[in-house]
């Protein structure tokens, strides 16, 4: 792993600490941009976090002042290979984790750093960050991250900023529904803490089927969801994973799948 962002480092480090696996952008030399190699990283991190059994909750972070400046603009303009060739699958594998992923911003995000923002389901920034959609400025657009952010951002804000390319501050990012929670830097760590522990006690196959509820029902007819819903609520009490959990609660101990926060410890490449 390479901890001080140099050019030749690894771009991206992973580890994991009991159930939380934490994956960070390590390219400070140019704020995290999104470059090839970046993405490339970033899609195996993505990968070892997803097929590691004992990793139960995700967070994704950088290193540095700045959380993502958006693409390697650089990487662009020298005539490398787009960033859309990978960047819709990385977005995708987050967006579609059926583990729960949280966004650790240690920092400022821009134009494409907001599309891994709106891709996790959780998103918790320090106060002092700033946001912007700056690509109308550079005579492009924010069309690969609209798939996401338009799933989190309310209509009229998205509008604002897409057409504008106004920095905006973090208390209005969850205003509009990009971040979940802005806080001060010195409770950040305590905050992600505190969601990371609540996601572990929830069992993994519920927490899987819960982020598609979220995303899925409201899209459906209210006479087709309250039936499809009635019974998935049956099969989900019959489960083995519901009848531990009931067990759990009735015999008022931890459920088999929380787990144990003596775990060891193990980090990536």
């Known amino acids: 792993m390479n901890a001080t962002g140099d050019p030749s480092g690894d771009l991206v480090r992973w580890e994991r600490a009991g159930g939380v696996a934490t994956i960070t952008l390590d390219s400070p030399h140019n704020r995290n941009a999104l470059s090839s190699r970046l993405l490339a990283r970033l899609d195996e991190a993505l990968s070892w976090a997803l097929d590691e059994p004992a990793v139960r909750v995700i967070v994704l972070t950088g290193a540095g002042p700045v959380f993502c400046a958006g693409a390697d603009l650089k990487e662009q303009r020298g005539g490398g290979a787009p960033v859309t060739a990978s960047f819709p699958a990385v977005m995708l594998r987050i967006w579609e984790s059926p583990k729960p992923v949280v966004c650790r911003l240690n920092g400022t995000a821009r134009a494409g750093g907001l599309g891994l923002v709106a891709a996790c389901d959780f ?83 519920a927490l899987a089927i819960t ?33 531990e959990g009931i067990r759990a609660f009735a015999e008022k101990r931890p459920a088999a799948w929380v787990p144990d926060e003596t775990a060891g410890t193990e980090a990536g490449r």
Do not use: N, W
């Open 123 to 205: 998103a918790i920034a320090p106060q002092s960050a700033s946001f912007a959609f700056t690509e109308v400025r550079l005579g492009v657009v924010p069309a690969m991250i609209a798939a996401t952010c338009l799933r989190r951002l309310e209509p009229r804000a998205a509008a604002e900023y897409f057409l504008t390319g106004e920095v905006f501050t973090a208390a209005r990012a969850v205003e509009i529904g990009l971040l979940t929670r802005a806080v001060p830097e010195e409770d950040l760590d305590a905050t992600v803490a505190h969601y990371t522990g609540m996601l572990l006690r929830g069992g993994p196959e």
């Open 211 to 243: 982020k598609r509820l979220v995303r899925e029902v409201p899209l459906m007819p209210v006479e087709e969801g309250l039936r499809e819903m009635a019974a998935l609520s049956a099969e989900r009490f019959t489960s083995q994973e519901g009848q």
